[in-house]
């Protein structure tokens, strides 16, 4: 991000943002909106997704598939040091999340 902020410094924000203001909230959502993008890139990859598909289909381009997940997850990455969420408030979030998420398959959510 820093490479890309002194090459290009109209493409980012100086970090970390203020999240209560609007330009910021912009930032953020096309920021992941590009991760989304590089989501849907990785997915163009799987060519034996389809149901109804009766011919098996067995290419498939790890690397680039890789490729393009690495990308969506520098984006989400990108906001998350945007908005100077630590290691350990991730780490806590996700354990959190992880818990509830554990007591919905106990429960049969």
């Known amino acids: 991000m820093k490479a890309l902020a002194e090459k290009h410094p109209a493409v980012l924000q100086d970090w ?36 109804h598909r ?7 381009n790890r690397e ?5 997940y690495v990308d969506a997850f520098n984006y989400f990455l990108s906001v998350l040091v945007m908005m100077n969420v630590s290691a350990d408030e991730f780490f806590d979030a996700y354990v959190k999340k992880d818990s509830i998420i554990h007591e919905r398959i106990r429960k049969n959510y």
């Open 54 to 60: 009766t011919t098996e289909i067995s290419e498939f």
């Open 16 to 51: 970390p943002i203020d999240i209560t203001k609007k330009s910021s909230q912009q930032t953020v959502r096309d920021t992941v909106l590009k991760g989304v993008e590089e989501i849907f890139e990785s997915l163009a990859h799987l060519k034996a997704w389809k149901p």
């Open 64 to 68: 680039e598939f890789l490729e393009e």
